[in-house]
């Protein structure tokens, strides 16, 4: 079972939604529904995982224990794939040593049921905007690289140097060339990296782990 086949308008948060109890996934959904977000609800993992939305989701609703799986199985393989979506694990079962497997593993948040609608919600729109600025911050570091790779091998040398604190006259010493061709080398790399200041190179050099 899935619900809301149809895309969400642009911008529109997406909420998977993964419990075997129909009653329970309805109510979530209505919930979360109520207050902006497109919900995707799914009665087992599979279905989920086999979803085209799945890819772009902002925040999973699982329950901990579904028909012959384990949410933590779930959550594993999401692991496994590199996927970083956040999960809000709910579960009528709860204990210390499962809350703290659930949060080790990286999940968002746990709630034992019942829990108030506006605890779910909450869990659901913190996970949300830490998944949302997770991704652009992934976005920036994406752009950062791919400027990266169009600086040549010198001007590479060039902002290693320069991210390690060292002035044109030591990197040219380290280089065996002239510091006015350092310098030709520093200006094209920080023009290809979009840096107006050398605190910008450091700070992209840091990102992107130069030393």
């Known amino acids: 079972m899935?619900?809301?086949?149809?895309?969400p308008p642009t911008g529109t948060p997406i909420v998977l939604v993964v419990d075997d109890d129909q009653v329970v996934s309805g109510a979530v959904e209505s919930?979360?529904?109520?207050?902006g977000y497109h919900v995707r609800a799914f009665?087992?993992?599979?279905?989920?995982?086999?979803?085209?939305?799945?890819?772009?989701?902002?925040?999973l609703v699982l329950d901990v224990r579904l028909q012959g799986y384990s949410g933590f199985d779930l959550q594993q393989r999401l692991l496994e794939s590199?996927?970083?979506?956040?999960?809000?694990?709910?579960?009528?079962?709860?204990?210390?040593?499962?809350?703290?497997?659930?949060?080790?593993a990286g999940a968002?948040?746990?709630?034992?049921?019942?829990?108030?609608?506006?605890?779910?919600?909450?869990?659901v729109t913190e996970a949300v905007a830490d998944h949302q600025a997770y991704l652009e911050k992934q976005r920036a570091l994406d752009a950062l690289r791919k400027?990266?790779?169009?600086?040549?091998?010198?001007?590479?040398q060039v902002m290693a140097g320069v991210v390690r604190g060292l002035m044109n006259k030591q990197i040219a010493g380290d280089l065996a060339v002239s510091e006015i061709t350092v310098k030709l080398h520093r200006a094209?790399?920080?023009?290809?990296?979009?840096?107006?200041?050398?605190a910008d190179v450091v700070r992209a050099g840091h990102l992107l782990q130069i030393s």
């Open 31 to 35: 919930l979360l529904k109520s207050v």
């Open 82 to 104: 590199g996927n970083r979506l956040p999960i809000v694990f709910m579960t009528g079962h709860g204990d210390i040593p499962m809350s703290v497997r659930a949060m080790k």
């Open 147 to 156: 400027r990266f790779e169009c600086l040549t091998p010198r001007e590479r």
């Open 43 to 59: 009665s087992g993992p599979n279905e989920m995982l086999a979803d085209p939305l799945a890819g772009v989701a902002g925040c």
């Open 188 to 198: 094209n790399m920080m023009r290809k990296m979009h840096a107006n200041t050398i």
């Open 2 to 7: 899935h619900t809301s086949s149809m895309p």
């Open 108 to 123: 968002a948040n746990f709630l034992t049921k019942p829990f108030r609608s506006q605890d779910l919600i909450d869990a």
